[in-house]
T-cell receptor, first 110, second 117 residues
Framework: SQQGEEDPQALSIQEGENATMNCSYKTSINNLQWYRQNSGRGLVHLILIRSNEREKHSGRLRVTLDTSKKSSSLLITASRAADTASYFC??????????FGQGTRLTINP | DTEVTQTPKHLVMGMTNKKSLKCEQHMGHRAMYWYKQKAKKPPELMFVYSYEKLSINESVPSRFSPECPNSSLLNLHLHALQPEDSALYLC????????????????FGSGTRLTVV
């Protein structure tokens, strides 16, 4: 079974608004990563947060990690039409493999 | 070069055909991966190669046969596939397979969309 579960499954917002996606996982992790996928093509690595970190920023992206709740969130600020994509969290743990969550389909309306 | 290149981009094959998917990277990454992704689902790991040796096989049927000829190339040989094997096949690479040192995430190719008829 997949390690991470994400919510919401789908999110539709207006351009300029902020988008927040959540990810929960089940077992201990070494790190948690977020990826973006456009139209069923390749995934693009967005940001990685290590298990001993609580928050990380990269441009308009902000990721938080709460290991006590086994959860993470991805915030995209000032959304743009080009942010429309599917977003996946992925974790690595003792099994030494990258396992993806179910993903959130984000739609930014102009 | 910061890309993973996959060929072909699209492939239609019959159930009796033999075909191969190819993946190439020139970033000096020593770990390479095959993932399978069905529509509206997350990618699922198939194989991991670390330093050109198969380190993880996620119980993939033998009709899928991976090969890593050198540190830059990864192939997936296909034989006697079933229609349910139709999917997007993604190749990825990373600096190392979760060993010591910085771990910067995976670089994915654009995938091969496979249709089995």
């Amino acid at each position: 079974s997949q390690q991470g579960e994400e919510d919401p499954q789908a999110l539709s917002i207006q351009e300029g608004e902020n988008a927040t996606m959540n990810c929960s996982y089940k077992t201990s992790i070494n790190n948690l990563q977020w990826y973006r996928q456009n139209s069923g093509r390749g995934l693009v690595h967005l940001i990685l947060i290590r298990s001993n970190e609580r928050e990380k920023h990269s441009g308009r992206l902000r990721v938080t990690l709460d290991t006590s709740k086994k959860s993470s969130s991805l915030l995209i600020t000032a959304s743009r039409a080009a942010d429309t994509a599917s977003y996946f969290c992925a974790t690595t743990g003792g099994a030494q493999k990258l396992v993806f969550g179910q993903g959130t389909r984000l739609t930014i309306n102009p | 070069d910061t890309e993973v290149t996959q060929t072909p981009k699209h492939l239609v094959m019959g159930m009796t055909n033999k075909k191969s998917l190819k993946c190439e990277q020139h970033m000096g990454h020593r770990a390479m991966y095959w993932y399978k992704q069905k529509a509206k689902k997350p990618p699922e790991l198939m194989f991991v190669y670390s330093y050109e040796k198969l380190s993880i096989n996620e119980s993939v049927p033998s009709r899928f046969s991976p090969e890593c000829p050198n540190s830059s190339l990864l192939n997936l040989h296909l034989h006697a596939l079933q229609p349910e094997d139709s999917a997007l096949y993604l190749c990825a690479s990373s600096q190392n397979h979760l060993r010591t040192g910085p771990f910067a995430g995976y670089t994915f190719g654009s995938g091969t969309r496979l249709t089995v008829v």
